[in-house]
């Protein structure tokens, strides 16, 4: 079994499971490093959060930071429509070599 198919097994057995990938964007002209966080729960809708990058932080640190900002900002999103309903929360991570995101799993 390869390790896109163990996650895609282990993402389809949580009940609320997202997932954020986390993209570094290098420095250009007008800004500084950053990272975009995304959550794309279907083809047509997405969440996302740019997180500039903090150099008192490690690299690991900063996605995670990135990651957890976009999770608050879909468990807003979550509790409009159910107010009863508990936060989600970042289950397990991974890093893909391929693209060079990380991947957060929550639940």
């Known amino acids: ?3 896109h198919e163990m996650l895609s ?11 954020i990938r986390c993209r570094y964007h290098g420095p250009t002209n007008q800004s500084g490093s950053r ?3 995304t959550i794309q729960k279907d083809d047509r809708f997405f969440i996302s959060k740019i997180h500039h990058w903090d ?3 490690n690299h690991n640190e900063n996605y995670l930071v990135s990651a957890q ?4 900002k879909w468990n807003e999103y979550r509790k409009e429509g159910i107010p009863e309903m508990e ?21």
């Open 35 to 37: 990272v975009k966080a």
């Open 1 to 3: 079994m390869t390790r």
């Open 87 to 107: 936060n989600a929360v970042i289950y397990n991570w991974v890093y893909d070599s391929k693209n060079h995101d990380y991947i957060f799993i929550c639940s």
């Open 55 to 57: 150099y008192s932080l």
């Open 69 to 72: 900002a976009v999770l608050k």
């Open 9 to 19: 097994k282990e993402f389809h057995q949580l009940k609320t499971g997202v997932m």
